[in-house]
């Protein structure tokens, strides 16, 4: 009776393996062979290079450079202890380091774990001349970007690091995976796509324990795309140098074109240390540092104008012809608006428009800004580009703010009109992007046209093709040169607030600005143009709290006397 019983039983289970090899051998044996061959195909990856970015000269500012990893491959690494500790000891690493760096980065048993990341090439030798005590241990030549300048221009550029989750799941299905390099900020991240490079490989043959039985083929990884862009080095590095030690941002542009010639931000950062594991915590003091110095100062802060914004005032006067340049104020140092006192810096007496400019006489600026009213003043100051952002080819854009009396109704808030005395000279709720006062400068001179700024000209060999004019202002040619005329009176009258910048042989134009901030130094501006006859360049000098803008007119002259003696200009 028992052995029935046991009969029974292997009979059933043979029934049972009999069903299992049916199912798996008829029913699902195109599913298992599909599975078999991708099994035993593996793929070893090649990176190719990153695309150059160049300035408009075609002067290389960042490229990429052949560095050794020395990594494993993780199905033929034999993490014995007799391996493990020839390769530590090679390499000056803990076996336990070593370890933990396996199980932290695989991702396959064939794909590429480096454990040594931009090794010296005397390591690369000796790992190579001992690679067959080391089974599974490879020397990988991989591009690394290369930052010939260090940290030049660090905000336009921007910096690489590995793929996070966020842009995974938006790019996943352009090809991009975990642990790819992705540009983060600047044009690496603007132009992320060609200038990415794709990537090769050998395709392999394993048998079913792994091991190697042919090469199936290769294909050459695929460099990405040069990046040509507007910027001229030596006028970069110029601008960059004066800003060291500085919290500020510089715009210097083609006026006509909108072609941004030098654009800075300082502090800045080095770029290369974000795909550097070792520097982590140079990453995070730079992210947390009470300086901002990843913040792009002139696309993304927001600063009060002060005295430049007297620029909109006068052409908004001229246009509604609520004044000549004949128009006098007297300037007593002070004057009563409403139940408030505003002041001047001195007491100008009789002032025409040419002379308020030149002088950055208040007092005339509040009473015109009276005459004016809070609605023109809202009106030509986003006519003239503010409060929006320029179209600059850079992420993260700051719109700048220009306040209104209808929004001071919406918010149930009275507007008074001492609030259009400070609106008049740029100070109250207006903020200003720095690339905006660039863009504004530049309406002034190229006959009232809003350009577009572009920094990025030319991808591998082809030019981008751009319409550089966004808007026609439709302003008056006339009153556009009174204000010119009146803005190289800031420079080259004696008594101007700029006359530190009167070069005999190079004439400059521009307009001052002390901007007041709560509870801190004020900031200071210089935006303006040159040469005065034919302008090649707009420009603004940025200092942030630096108390006056008799700071920002001592950098402009530093600026502007490198480039006159290097023959920039």
Known sequence: MRTDKVKLIIEGLFLILFCRLIF??????????????????????????????????????????????????????????????????????????INKIIRKDFISSFTPIAIDRDTSRG??????????????????????????????????????????????TRLKDYGYKLKDTVGVTGVEEMFDSPLRAQDGGMQIQVDHKGRLNKVIGFREPTDGM????????????????EFAGKKGAAVFMAPSSGRIIA???????????????????????????????????????QYPLGSVFKIISTISALEQKKITPDKRFICTGRIAIGNRIFNCMETHNSQNLAEAIAHSCNIYFYRLAILLGPDLLTEYSLKLGLGKPTGIDLYYESYGY?????????????????????????????????????????????????????????????????????EDLRLDEANLKIVRDALRQVVASETGTAHLLDFPDFHIAGKTGTAQVSGKSAHGWFVGFAPFENPKFVFCIFLENCGSSAYAVMTARQIFQRMIDEGLV
């Not at 990046?227 to 140098?241: D, F, S």
């Not at 507007?415 to 109250?428: H, K, L, M, V």
């Open 24 to 97: 798996m051998q008829i029913i699902a044996g195109n599913y298992f062979y599909s599975l078999s061959k991708k099994n035993c195909i593996r793929v070893i990856p090649s990176a190719g290079a990153r695309g150059r970015i160049l300035d408009h000269n075609k002067n290389i500012i960042v490229d990429s450079h052949l560095s050794y990893n020395i990594s494993v491959l993780a199905q033929e690494f034999r993490r014995n202890k007799d391996t493990l500790y020839k390769l530590a000891s090679l390499l000056d690493r803990k076996p336990s380091e």
């Open 123 to 168: 390591k690369a030798i000796l790992i190579e001349e001992n690679k067959f005590q080391l089974p599974g241990v490879i020397v990988q030549l991989v591009p690394k970007r290369n930052y010939p300048y260090g940290g030049l221009a660090s905000h336009v550029i921007g910096y690489l690091s590995q793929i996070d989750s966020w842009r995974l």
């Open 226 to 241: 040069d990046l040509r862009l507007t910027l001229e080095l030596k006028i970069q590095k110029i601008v960059e140098e």
């Open 263 to 301: 654009l800075a931000s300082s502090p800045g950062f080095l770029p290369e240390k974000f795909l550097d594991k070792d520097s982590s915590s140079y990453v995070s003091s730079v992210i947390s540092a009470s300086d901002s110095p990843m913040v792009n100062r002139a696309v993304s802060g």
């Open 402 to 470: 220009v306040p209104s009396a209808l929004a001071a109704k919406i918010k149930l808030r009275p507007w008074y009109d001492g609030d259009t005395a400070n609106f008049g000279i740029g100070q109250g709720e207006l903020l200003v992007v720095p690339i905006q006062a660039a863009r504004l400068m530049a309406a002034v001179v190229n006959g009232g046209k809003l350009v577009r700024p572009y920094i990025v000209e030319a991808l591998g060999e082809k030019e981008i093709a751009r319409a550089p004019v966004v």
